[in-house]
């Protein structure tokens, strides 16, 4: 059979994990796809750079459009990041009529609906198994391992950047600060690491498989995103003590009103297996009615672990490249006429449990304040530690850090009932508010 | 879209799971396959029994040839289990041109290489996802996730029966025997429960995984197998203390020279993700040269969980059911042509890590006699812990436990050293070995 010739846009970290893997693996891949996937040609400015990756037998071309407009490539795998630049090429990619294979997350998340209606109309597919976790392929688990269910949520470390930083910070008790500056001298956080310590990276590979798990459009300009950079050491040590772990999670639920998609630090049981995912590594839990519980985990980021999902899904689509579209699965795995228009729940009216620690005086009466306006807004306790004034200001401090588990309440109630408990004298400063999940 | 016409054989635990997802979940199975999955027949010795699950609708016949006979049906679902009938079955419903989804891990660890064949000569599809590890897309990680990589390994606690055994003879202490007894009123374990304790089940289900992790054959006849039957508590308390586990591991690594293929059970670090997962519940790791490592996790038995896989296999299916072969995944995710005839090596061959306990005089020079015999096998000691006399036989005993962590060495060395050692006068009983395997 002829071989799937390959178009690269980009020769960074994964451009050349995937040259390099389907250069070490190109026997092994054919034995499985029955055809074997050939680099004709790739771009990148520096075009002696690439060479150096690709070697001389391989055009090289500083103009990405040249590859998505040569008549002699079939899929073109897009590397290059961002959105704009990206975005002219994948489209005119399908324009072409040629497949796409991406690793770009934010184009999908942002572009995701008008890029997926293109290739629909053209008949020819998007891939972007590497947009996500990295080598786990958790698009294809949700998409296709789990399509008996009805998925009712599912929840992802799919940062490595943040978790590296939150088990950094708990395991050296360092601030958050400190343990950046480390994370980017280990090439584990970027110069400028806003997307990944803000969660906006973590939002965009939600959004992705939210729209997978429930059949909705890609919503990302709906979702709530908190990052990790307020967080507290003293929010982790007390959480550990309480049994918990904070991780930054990225969750999406399907409630009757609507779908939940947030990204928010999170209290996650410490004897739950994703409390115990550390480092870099990435894992996502996902819930369908059936099957109950599964669990992913690997490496969400890296040169050839990504490259191992680019790879991935061009072997799928060597498969049925030559079939029509009907025999090929959905981009987001449900037919694109059953997508639903399920809103995106706003935060107020989500229902979680949550961890809340107040600085206050240490005086009688002031616990009675507190519970009895959780109890007025139907908030009921789970557990509670408070921690004596010398631990946390010295000996005469006269404050105490009151620390609150809650069981299960709308998040509406709960912005009411904290404005309302900040406004109380005894009350000392701004009330820390993290969610707590139990996964199971 | 005309509707997939379904059969199922047997309409037990599994086949009832198999029923009530396609009844419930209809609606958001045919939004993703486009199609619906309608059962036409089911059959079931007690005829009655069968339509108490599906109602008075659906046909219900006490002799399963005559659904795969039927011409009015498209996939024949196979959940009688065993090696004879469901044979039988299987290959006549291939014979007539009909699609077979099963959960029968026995049956393709033994005859899967007959079966297989015969669907590719009629162009039909055999696709057993629910046949290892339950509703956990295993199967489609391994031949489509990992695509693109060369795996060198994978290890899975696959028999949720000896996993529970296994936790519950470490977290309470109690011998094997107990705990047997009370899985059997559990229900975790079967009435006659030597297919899971004596590592059978879990040997099917390698034999399965390896396959497709490597393009060879099915080689079920083989598998070294070890179930747990001999396991002493005070090994997993041992263990503990050198910081491992044991678990009933299913091993397959691909060298130079040829396949592992055992279920043993095995010391697993403490702190490794595959140590934490307890009770009933199942988790593979694979190893690919491009991905790493990368874990699956969930319920590995059970109806729902179960049908979960039958009807993801349904739905793929559903979506290349009218293409020609070539666009489907190939039953082991190589083409069947290009499938290797590595040989599986014999235990003495394997090179793995271990753990010893020698029950030993308490007296000077033994620990030397010991400690050299392994030195001229060429075994390195990783550590060694040894308990006092008094803990383990009375303060009179002059008996004390050695125990041993070698790095790794030959099998076929480790059998000459123990012989040796077994020999000594100051060695008083068998030497009980435990393979110890990283999984990094």
Redesign the interface.
């Known amino acids: 059979m002829q071989p799937i010739r390959v178009g690269l846009l980009g020769v960074g970290t994964v451009g050349a994990?995937v040259f390099n893997?389907l250069a070490?693996?190109g026997d092994?891949?054919?034995?499985?796809?029955?055809r074997r996937l050939e680099v004709v040609q790739v771009s990148r400015r520096d075009v002696a750079a690439a060479h150096a990756v690709v070697g001389a037998q391989v055009s090289v071309t500083a103009d990405p459009f040249e590859v998505v407009n040569n008549p002699n490539i079939d899929v073109v795998v897009e590397l290059i990041g961002g959105y704009t630049l990206a975005k002219d090429l994948v489209l005119q990619a399908i324009a072409n009529g040629k497949h796409v294979v991406t690793a770009n997350k934010a184009l999908l998340a942002v572009h995701g609906s008008e890029i997926f209606e293109a290739a629909r109309q053209r008949s020819v597919v998007v891939a972007f198994?590497a947009a996500v976790a990295g080598?786990?392929?958790i698009i294809?688990?949700l998409r296709?391992?789990?399509?008996?269910?009805?998925v009712d949520w599912l929840a992802g470390i799919i940062n490595g950047t943040t978790n590296f930083i939150l088990s950094e910070m708990r395991s050296k008790g360092l601030s958050f600060a400190e343990v950046l500056k480390q994370a980017q001298a280990l090439g584990y956080a970027e110069a400028d690491p806003t997307f990944d310590i803000e969660g906006v990276d973590a939002a965009h590979k939600l959004s992705l498989m939210s729209a997978i798990a429930f059949?909705v459009q890609v919503q990302f300009d709906k979702a709530h995103i908190e990052g990790i950079t307020k967080l507290q050491t003293a929010d982790i040590r007390y959480a550990e003590q309480l049994g918990y772990r904070i991780k930054l999670l990225g969750i999406t639920k399907r409630v009757e009103a609507g779908v939940e998609l947030r990204v928010h630090p999170t209290l996650v049981p410490s004897?739950h297996?994703l409390a115990?995912?550390e480092g870099p590594m990435n894992a996502v839990v996902a819930h369908?009615?059936?099957?109950?519980?599964?669990?992913?985990?690997?490496?969400g980021a890296?040169g050839?672990?990504t490259?191992?999902?680019?790879?991935?899904d061009?072997?799928?689509l060597a498969?049925?490249i030559?079939?029509d579209a009907?025999?090929?699965?959905?981009v987001l795995?449900?037919?694109p006429a059953?997508l639903?228009d399920l809103p995106v729940l706003a935060m107020a009216q989500v229902v979680t449990s949550y961890y809340l620690r107040m600085r206050v005086k240490d005086q009688a009466g002031v616990l009675a304040q507190l519970t009895s306006i959780l109890a007025e807004h139907n908030i009921s306790i789970d557990a509670m530690l408070q921690r004596e004034a010398a631990a946390v200001g010295g000996e005469e401090s006269h404050q105490t850090d009151l620390i609150v588990l809650t069981h299960d309440t709308q998040e509406g109630q709960m912005d009411q009932a904290i404005a309302r408990m900040e406004a109380l004298d005894a009350v000392l400063a701004p009330i820390t508010r993290i969610r707590k999940e139990g996964l199971a």
Request: proline share 4%; no cysteine; aromatic share 2%.
């Open positions: 994990g893997v070490r693996n092994e891949i054919e034995r499985r796809s029955g198994e080598g786990i392929p294809k688990t296709e391992g789990m399509s008996a269910n009805r059949g004897e297996l115990n995912v369908g009615d059936a099957v109950g519980t599964v669990l992913s985990y690997g490496q890296g050839e672990p490259a191992s999902a680019v790879v991935a061009m072997v799928d498969r049925v030559d079939a009907a025999h090929r699965v959905p795995g449900f037919q059953s639903s």
